[in-house]
Structure formats: C-alpha cells, structure tokens
C-alpha cells in the first residue's frame, strides 16, 4: 500500500518568515494529494490540495507543489502569522482519496513573535 | 447544517467492555470514513464506506467492526476493548471535489 513519509517533524519559524514542510510518497498511481491543519484539540481541516495533472497550486499565502518523478510534494506558507501555528498533514492516495487517505505523521508548525 | 457530528465527544471504558461510536452527516457525502490518531502516528483508516450498504477495511481494522446504516450514518463498534484502543477516532465524510470533512473527534480511552 501507499506510505508518505513527512518532515520534518517539528518546524519553527520567524513571524513574517517563510515555512516548508515536504512529503514523500511510495504509490506512483497516487493522484490526490490534500493538505490539512489541525489546531491543538480540534479537527482536521483541509487547506489545500493538488491532483496529479498539476504542478503547482496556490491560495493567497499557502502554495504546494508537486513533483511526480521524484515523488514528493511540498507546503509553501509565506509571511506567517501567529495563526498559522498548528500541526500540518499531508496526504496522497489513489483515486481522488475514495478508498481512504493515506496520511504522513504531521509537522509541528510553531511561529515564534 | 451541522456538518459531520461524532457522540460522544468522551468515554472511558474498562478493558473488554463495547461500545459504538455514532457518526452522523448531512452533506450527502456518499463516502465515509473512520480514522484513530495517536500522538506521532498521523490519521490511520480504520474502515471506510464507499456508498450505502458497503464497507472496506483500511490499515488498522483489527478489533473494530462498522455498520452504514444509511446514507447519513456510519458507526464504529469495539466489541471488547484494549488499552490499545485508546485513542482519538474522528469520522469523515468525502464531497465531489475529493475534499474530507471530518467530525469533532472521539476521545476514547480504556483501562
């Protein structure tokens, strides 16, 4: 089955700073892969996603990006602010994420003032 | 419009007892799902359910059974729990532009 590896695990960054958090997957018939963020003690939350025909997306402040070769997608957040600090997922699955996501281990995403 | 809603938000069980998490959605989602989350571990699928009347198992299914009763309602039933089930169990539901919706979450623990 599908595995997604991501890193790093935790990330601290400047307010204002850019953030960039990457994963990995193993299927290449993988062709969704969304983005969600989780706030301590809340639900998941999709924030972005891409599909497999396209290598870049972008929605104002957040951009992902995916490379099909080597296998990897990214989470571009730029100018962050305090309320982007949460706990950010990737995910990548066959088939639009119809018989489930296989989802990475998450990235603690802390903005110091 | 409620969304996805999970009952109850909080258990606590004794080692073998049962129980069933409810799951409920009002977005017409025809595909649902059940995931546990333990720290470090990310989500993992426990079943899911392509549309009415059928159920698949996902990477961890051990000691969980499901039931869609409906279009609306998806349950997950430990028949007797583990320590090992302790754990946040969200339910989602899928929408036609592959995006999940989840529920509130399930905190769940066994001694």
């Known amino acids: 089955g599908e595995n997604v590896e991501q890193h790093p695990s935790t990330l601290s960054v400047q307010e204002g700073d850019s953030a960039v958090i990457k994963c990995t997957y193993s299927?290449?018939?993988?062709?969704?892969f969304p983005w969600y963020k989780q706030e301590l003690g809340k639900r998941p939350q999709l924030i972005i996603d891409?599909?497999?025909?396209?290598g870049e997306k972008k929605d104002q402040r957040i951009a992902v990006t995916l490379n099909k070769t080597a296998k990897h997608f990214s989470l571009h957040i730029t100018e962050t602010q305090p309320e982007d600090s949460a706990v950010y997922f990737c995910?990548?699955?066959?088939?639009?994420?119809?018989?489930?996501?296989?989802f990475g281990k998450g990235t603690h995403l802390i903005i110091q003032p | 419009n409620a969304g996805v809603t999970q009952t109850p938000k909080f258990q606590v069980l004794k080692t073998g007892q049962s129980m069933t998490l409810q799951c409920a959605q009002d977005?017409?989602?025809?595909?649902m799902y059940w995931y546990r989350q333990d720290p470090g571990m990310g989500l993992r699928l426990i079943y899911y359910?392509?549309?009415?009347?059928?159920?698949d198992k996902g990477e961890v299914p051990n000691g969980y059974n499901v039931s869609r009763l409906n279009k609306r309602e998806f349950s997950l039933r430990l028949e007797s729990a583990a320590p090992s089930q302790t754990s946040v169990y969200f339910c989602?539901?899928?929408?036609?532009?592959?995006?999940?919706?989840f529920g509130s979450g399930t905190r769940l623990t066994v001694v």
């Open positions: 995910a990548a699955s066959f088939r639009g994420g119809a018989d489930g996501l296989t």
């Open positions: 299927d290449s018939a993988s062709n969704y």
């Open positions: 891409i599909r497999s025909n396209v």
């Open positions: 977005m017409n989602h025809n595909s």
């Open positions: 359910s392509a549309s009415e009347g059928t159920t």
């Open positions: 989602a539901g899928r929408d036609t532009n592959y995006g999940y919706t």
